[in-house]
């Protein structure tokens, strides 16, 4: 019972596609709730950088093959010390006044919080899988997510511009299992995630035909809109730990690192299975 257990607690990684690990055949739910935090392992600044993210998910695993989860999470970037912005002679260039819309946006802006929400689907080929006709050296996981993103600053406040975004994403995930004698067992598992986000923001360029009070026209009966696309890929490694089982269900305890938007972060999960 403790092996079948064991490697189902990973239902929940990041808020892209997620890596999932299950036995065969199993059915169950599961919770979980994580925190990363951005570091700087060889900057000149502090190690600690002032952004993280944290993230709650709940999930279903069908006959240890399918899996459907929901996932919302939180992340505060703020990864300098000074903001650049193209501001002109005599203009403002305070970081709370100012916003950069560019792809890399969360290094370019200061105190920028994104909350997401995203659904998930993961299909697993574990190691005693039937589809080839020998066995697999390792676990496989192959999933998709979609989600939608809100952005929010004071300058996005001061600026009144709302800034939102849709994305979704691709995960291949490999896992092994690696018994122990003690009282927990380990899984190190590896994901590679691949995403894609169009982001976007009421338009900054004030168009030619305006109104005879000088407002700007509407089209289609909303506002002017302005986009960018963004693809980012990461690697995460991850060293998670099942422990005993309780009345409250089988907790379990994982650490990871990953290089998200080109930075590193270092992870803490916690969660149980029902």
Do not use: C, W
């Not at 596609?17 to 392992?41: E, M």
């Not at 709940?58 to 193209?86: A, C, E, Q």
């Amino acid at each position: 019972m403790k092996k079948y257990l064991l490697v189902f607690f990973a239902a929940f990684s990041f808020l892209s596609a997620q890596t999932h690990i299950v036995p065969a055949g199993y059915s169950g739910f599961s919770a979980s709730f994580n925190h990363d935090q951005n570091v700087d392992f060889f900057g000149e600044g502090k190690f600690a950088r002032d952004s993280y993210g944290n993230g709650i998910g709940v999930g279903y695993i069908y006959n240890g093959t399918f899996g459907i989860d929901l996932g919302y999470g939180y992340s505060l970037y703020n990864r300098k010390d000074i903001y650049d912005f193209n501001a002109g002679d005599g203009e403002s260039n305070s970081e709370d006044e100012n916003f950069n819309f560019v792809e890399n946006f969360r290094s370019e802006n200061s105190n920028l919080g994104d909350k997401t929400f995203s659904f998930g689907l993961t299909y697993y080929l574990n190691e005693s899988q039937t589809l080839f006709e020998q066995n697999l050296p390792i676990n496989l996981s192959l999933g998709f997510r979609y989600g939608t993103k809100n952005y929010s600053s004071d300058a996005l406040n001061f600026l009144n511009q709302d800034f939102y975004g849709k994305f979704y994403a691709f995960e291949l995930g490999a896992y092994k299992e690696i018994e122990t004698d003690a009282s927990f067992y380990m899984i190190p598992r590896i994901k590679l995630s691949i995403s894609n986000e169009k982001n976007i923001y009421d338009s900054l360029v004030v168009p030619d035909d305006t109104n005879e009070d000088g407002s700007v026209p509407s089209v289609g009966g909303g506002s002017l809109t302005d986009s960018f696309r963004l693809s980012s890929t990461y690697i995460e490694v991850a060293l998670p730990f099942i422990l005993q089982g309780t009345s409250a269900g089988q907790p379990f305890i994982e650490t990871s690192i990953a290089n998200k938007y080109g930075t590193t972060h270092l992870g803490l999960r916690f969660g149980f299975l029902f």
